[in-house]
């Protein structure tokens, strides 16, 4: 009769130590994993081409920004309500980077109002001082094209009630020429970040006269770790 060995005590411990490695090793990576993603920020796009006419006379396209990290919003120079709150966050954001390869472009939807020469005295208002704060002006038909490819709402020319109608989200860009975001605590990318004040911490409220930017940190965050790249 063929002799059968049991497997020893000593094998079958082994066998579970290996197994109990196994396993470590594999939720290390998961939470190594889950940890880089979470740090890394997500690439929406390619940012979409501009050529549009600045503050001094200069014609700026996105080819002008590459090798630059820079934030793109769309306002209006007269505008009485949100675009104030979005000038002075981003003034406050520029201030806090304070770095020659940051800049920002503001891209008027009331061009037939916002000449250049209307956006040099707006800057100076706002004691930009940056030289790549750029205040750009041009077709309209053209910037709502812009608007559209950015996927930032803008008002329909066509529609005197809706025309200066435009989002507070504000686009960050690489110097690669990428739109870039983080993710939120869902894993998932935020896109965009909000220019506003809101009401209450979580960012939920919007409000012009509200104490809390809570994008306004997370975007110098996550423009502080694109100059690093």
Known sequence: ???????????????LVYQ???????????FIGNSYFKKSLHTVMKAPEFVLTDQNNKRISNKDMLGKVYVVEFFYARCPTICPVMNSNLKFVDKEINNPDFGIISISIDPTNDTPEFLKNHAKKLGVTNPNWHFLTGD????GKVADE???FVGDKEDEAESL????MLALVDK???VRCRFDKNGMPILYYSGLNYEDAEGKNAKLDGK???DRKLLIEDIKK???E
């Open 226 to 228: 694109l100059l690093e």
């Open 212 to 214: 809390f930017q809570p």
């Open 20 to 30: 109990l490695i196994g396993l470590l090793v594999i939720v290390l990576a998961i």
């Open 150 to 152: 950015f996927d930032i």
């Open 1 to 15: 009769m063929k002799n059968t060995k049991s497997p020893s005590k000593f094998g079958m411990n082994k066998m």
């Open 165 to 168: 109608n435009h989002s507070g």
């Open 176 to 178: 690669d020429g990428n």
């Open 140 to 143: 309209r038909d053209y910037i």
